[in-house]
């Protein structure tokens, strides 16, 4: 037998190996680290028993608890479709907007709910705060083409704008120059007179030319006045709100072009208490109607 070697500074015995003239000295673990080890094996060999563990050919070993996430998790989302079941009732037959702020509970749970659903499905178009870009509304103004009632949000949401649904809303923005309907220098005279509407910079002269021409050609959506008409989605001209933009080119390409945007239809894509719990999140941005 080997003669064991003990380092004569430390007084500890060596374990025969040495780099570069320094050898290794064979100090024992830390009493504290062995009992940690040996408490995480005797836990590893609990767990084993208890827990699934090992994989097999034809399954795994299960364990004495036959513990299953996935049943945790479909008993976990069961009881959460309870619970929302009271919600989603109350919600669905919440008779005007006001039934639901009169409920914090249930406004609480609608614009959770929509939010969520929005995140999702709108904020691509819409930006994620409802504040809209060239083309697509800002929802938080109080500006609505087509109304901001709930239930007229609901419709919109429902049944979409231009989106070939048979009750989606549609309405036409005419090529006036493409098209031929007008001629360029009328076209031009017009982009003076919209602008005037809202107090814009305008030729006081090609207005004037152009006002009967918009009574003629614009009126019957948009009012003798601009106004605009929700019933049509004809927007109001006289206030500093744009779909794509109120300067004179972006006037003139509308006017020359036309327009027709699509809002897609979410019937069938959403469920009927989706619709309305986004419909109530979409209401909440810019104060509805």
Not at 88 to 95: D, G, H, N, V
Not at 158 to 180: D, K, P, T, V, W
Not at 275 to 285: G, Q, R
Request: glycine fraction near 12%; charge should be negative.
């Amino acid at each position: 037998m080997a003669e064991k070697e003990i380092d004569e500074p430390s007084g500890v015995e060596t374990t025969g190996h040495s780099w570069d003239d320094i050898k290794e000295l064979n100090n024992p673990l830390p009493r504290w680290w062995l009992i940690v080890f040996w408490i995480t094996v005797a836990w590893s060999i609990g767990y084993w028993v208890l827990m699934p563990s090992w994989p097999g050919i034809n399954g795994y070993l299960k364990g004495t608890r036959n513990h299953s996430e996935r049943a945790n998790v479909t008993e976990a989302v069961a009881a959460l479709d309870a619970q929302r079941a009271d919600a989603t009732r109350r919600l669905l037959t919440a008779p005007d907007m006001q039934a639901i702020e009169n409920d914090p509970d249930l406004q609480a749970f609608a614009l959770a709910a929509g939010e969520s659903l929005f995140g999702d499905n709108c904020a691509t178009c819409h930006g994620a705060g409802g504040q809209g870009f060239k083309g697509f509304p800002n929802l938080n103004d109080d500006s609505w083409l087509w109304g901001g009632r709930l239930e007229d949000i609901r419709q919109t949401l429902r049944y979409g704008i231009r989106s070939g649904h048979e009750n989606a809303h549609l309405s036409i923005m005419q090529a006036y120059g493409a098209g031929g309907l007008l001629p360029r220098e009328t076209v031009d005279d017009l982009v003076h007179y919209v602008r005037s509407l809202s107090g814009e910079e305008h030729d006081a002269a090609a207005a004037s030319r152009a006002a009967p021409v918009f009574q003629a050609q614009c009126a019957q959506c948009h009012g003798t006045e601009g106004k605009g008409d929700q019933s049509q989605g004809a927007p109001n001209l006289t206030d500093p709100i744009w779909l794509y933009g109120g300067d004179a080119a972006t006037i003139r390409e509308t006017l020359w072009n036309g327009r027709a945007g699509v809002m897609p239809a979410w019937e069938g894509r959403l469920s009927e208490e989706e619709i309305l719990a986004l419909a109530v999140y979409v209401h909440s941005l810019g104060g509805g109607e």
